[in-house]
C-alpha cells in the first residue's frame, strides 16, 4: 500500500476512534434505552408537585358538607372546583391533627357574584347543555350582574350566597 | 417472418426471483430504520395506551380546567402560555365563524353577539391530542420530546435546547415557549399524577365530566365506552396525526 494511502487510513481511523469516545462522553446517560430520549426524562416528569388533593382527601375532615352536598345540584362538583388547588391543606391537617391552620394554607372561599357568574351567567353557548345530577336539569342560567340584586328590605346589594347555599342551590 | 415468442428462460426465472426476494428483504430492513412508519404503530398493544375523550356536549365553559392546569403545573399567570384552554365558537346567522378564548376561558365567558345573530354556540376545551405519531416529537433535531410506551407526549425540558421547531410543527397549537426556562413547554397529561393513580388536574376539577380519559387497550374503560357511545372526531384527521382526544359532537368549524 502506497504511503500516502495509509497515512489517510490511519487518519480516518483515529477520527473514528474520536468519535466514538466523544460520543460516548457527551451522550446523556440512558439516552436511547427505550427510544431516541433520555429514559430518565420519564422519571423526572413523574417527580413534580402535586397541588389538587381530590375529592377523597377533603372529605375525611368535611364529611358533613359532603353530605350536605351530594343531596343538591352540585353533588358532581369536586370541592376543588370552587376552593382551589387543596393539597398542601389537607396534608398540613393531616399531619398537625386539630392545630389552627396558618393563613397562606387556608383555602379560598368564592362568595363574589363574579364566580357563581363563571358558571351561571347566562351565555347562548351554555342554554341547553344538560348535566347528569339528581334530575337531568338544565344548568341554570341567570344574568349574574342583575339577578335580584338590590334586597327589597334592606335597598342593600346581595350576594348569591345570601339567598343560596353554595352546598346545597 | 419471423416469429417472437416470449420465453421465460430459467436465467430470467432466477433473475426476477433474486430481484423480489432482494426487495422484500431491503422494504423489511428499511421499514425498522423509518422512524414515521415506526411513530405510527403503539409501540406496545398490551399495558396502557391513554385516550382522551371530551364531550362538547357537556362543556360549560367554566374555565375550571384551565385554570386548574395552571396551579397544578405552576404555568405563569399570564395569558398566551396555556396546556389545556377553552374556546367559544359562535356561528352567526350569515354563516361566518367567530372564535373567541379571553384568557383561555379562566374568567368566565361574556357572550359578545347579541342571541339573535346566532345560529348555533358552543365551548371547545382545547389540549394536547398526544397524538400517536405526533409531528411535534419528529421534528425535535436533539431527542428531547419523545411518547412514552402508555402514549403520554413528554418534553425533556433539561434536553431541550429551545429552538421552537416543535412549536411550529404542533398543528393544534398545544405548544409554547416558557419564559423562565426556555425550553418548549406542553400539557403532560398530568403524568406526575397518572403516576400516583390520581387524576389529571383538568379531568378532577371539570364540573359536569365532560372529559373522560382511560387506557385504549383496555375494552372495559371509561374511554372505549365513551368512544362506543359517541360519534366521536378527532380535529384535523386530514393531517394523519394519529390524535388520541376523541370530542363528541366535533363541528367541522373547529381548527
Known amino acids: ?169 | 417472418m419471423k416469429k417472437e415468442k416470449k420465453q421465460f428462460s430459467r436465467r430470467d426465472f432466477f433473475k426476477t426471483g433474486a430481484i423480489l426476494v432482494g426487495g422484500v428483504a431491503a422494504s423489511a430492513f428499511l421499514s425498522s430504520v423509518n422512524g414515521v412508519l415506526i411513530a405510527g404503530e403503539p409501540s406496545k398493544k398490551r399495558g396502557k395506551w391513554y385516550g382522551i375523550g371530551i364531550d362538547i356536549n357537556k362543556c360549560i365553559g367554566c374555565g375550571k380546567c384551565a385554570a386548574a392546569c395552571k396551579n397544578e403545573n405552576n404555568i405563569i399567570k399570564e395569558p398566551f402560555y396555556f396546556r389545556s384552554w377553552v374556546e367559544q365558537y359562535t356561528i352567526k346567522n350569515d354563516g361566518t365563524v367567530k372564535v373567541e378564548s379571553p384568557n383561555g376561558g379562566i374568567d368566565g365567558f361574556t357572550q359578545s353577539i347579541p342571541d339573535e345573530e346566532i345560529f348555533k354556540s358552543f365551548f371547545v376545551p382545547k389540549m394536547c391530542n398526544h397524538c400517536s405519531k405526533s409531528p411535534c416529537t419528529q421534528v425535535c433535531p436533539v431527542g428531547a420530546t419523545f411518547e412514552t410506551s402508555e402514549g403520554v407526549v413528554l418534553i425533556d425540558p433539561n434536553y431541550c435546547i429551545g429552538c421552537g421547531y416543535c412549536i411550529q410543527a404542533c398543528p393544534y397549537g398545544c405548544r409554547y415557549k416558557n419564559p423562565e426556562t426556555g425550553t418548549a413547554d406542553k400539557c403532560t397529561l398530568c403524568f406526575h399524577r397518572l403516576d400516583k393513580g390520581l387524576q389529571p388536574a383538568c379531568f378532577e376539577i371539570c364540573p359536569t365530566q365532560a372529559r373522560i380519559y382511560g387506557d385504549l387497550n383496555d375494552p372495559q374503560s371509561n374511554i372505549n365506552y365513551f368512544l362506543k357511545n359517541h360519534n366521536c372526531m378527532v380535529i384535523k384527521p386530514n393531517l394523519n396525526t394519529g390524535s388520541k382526544l376523541f370530542y363528541n359532537a366535533l363541528t367541522p368549524e373547529v381548527r
Not at chain 1, 420519564?42 to 397541588?51: D, G, H, P, S, Y
Not at chain 1, 368535611?62 to 372546583?81: F, M, P, Q, R
Not at chain 1, 348535566?131 to 339577578?147: L, R, W, Y
Open chain 1, 1 to 169: 500500500m502506497p504511503l500516502h494511502i495509509k497515512r489517510l487510513v490511519f487518519t480516518f481511523v483515529g477520527l473514528l476512534v474520536f468519535f466514538i469516545i466523544l460520543q460516548q462522553i457527551l451522550k446523556p446517560h440512558s439516552f436511547g434505552v427505550q427510544g431516541h430520549f433520555r429514559e430518565d426524562a420519564i422519571k423526572e416528569n413523574t417527580q413534580r408537585a402535586l397541588q389538587y388533593a381530590g375529592k377523597a382527601n377533603c372529605t375525611k375532615c368535611h364529611d358533613s358538607i359532603h353530605a350536605e352536598k351530594k343531596e343538591g345540584y352540585h353533588s358532581t362538583l369536586n370541592c376543588e372546583v370552587c376552593h382551589g388547588p387543596g393539597l398542601k391543606h389537607a396534608q398540613y391537617a393531616q399531619m398537625f391533627e386539630g392545630k389552627e391552620l396558618p393563613d397562606s394554607l387556608t383555602l379560598i372561599k368564592p362568595n363574589e357574584r363574579k364566580d357563581c357568574a363563571i358558571c351561571h351567567q347566562r351565555n347562548a353557548a351554555r342554554i341547553k347543555i344538560l348535566f347528569d345530577t339528581i334530575d337531568n336539569t338544565m344548568i341554570h342560567q341567570i344574568d349574574a350582574m342583575e339577578h335580584n340584586l338590590i334586597s327589597k328590605k334592606t335597598k342593600k346589594e346581595r350576594r348569591c350566597i345570601d339567598c343560596h347555599n353554595p352546598h346545597q342551590p
